[in-house]
């Protein structure tokens, strides 16, 4: 029942940049990390970027690294993942999640780690 609600997806040329939003619905978000995941056409869900409940340590996947930067502003129960010089391989669904076991100052891209998901926003990057 930890509703997270993405927002922010749209369609964007490459070399373009987009930000994305996760907020908890109804709940605080500030005693979870938080991860972005992403899954595009024919793909499996795939880590993007993680950020730790104060927002003092973050990590990236190698493909984004550099380009994407990940955020917090519990005041505003709010995770933001920026994206910069999109790609046309950055096209998928951008899902944000929470784990409500995992060590709180150890941020993770394993999709397995994370037990609730929003509903994920469209990010489609046109060439």
């Known amino acids: 029942q930890l509703q997270l609600v993405e927002s922010g997806g749209g369609l964007v040329q490459s070399g373009g940049s987009l930000t994305l939003s996760c907020a908890g619905a109804g709940f605080a978000i500030d005693r979870y990390i938080i991860g972005w995941f992403r899954q595009g056409p024919g793909k499996e869900r795939e880590g993007v970027s993680c950020v730790t409940t104060n927002g003092d340590s973050t990590k990236y996947a190698d493909s984004v690294q550099g380009r994407f930067t990940v955020s917090r502003d519990n005041a505003k129960n709010t995770v933001y993942l920026q994206m910069h010089n999109l790609k046309p391989e950055d096209t998928a669904v951008y899902y944000c999640?929470?784990?409500?076991?995992?060590?709180?100052?150890?941020?993770?891209?394993?999709?397995?780690?994370?037990?609730?998901w929003g509903q994920g926003t469209q990010v489609s990057v046109s060439t």
């Open positions: 999640g929470l784990s409500t076991w995992a060590v709180q100052s150890m941020c993770v891209m394993t999709p397995v780690v994370y037990n609730s």
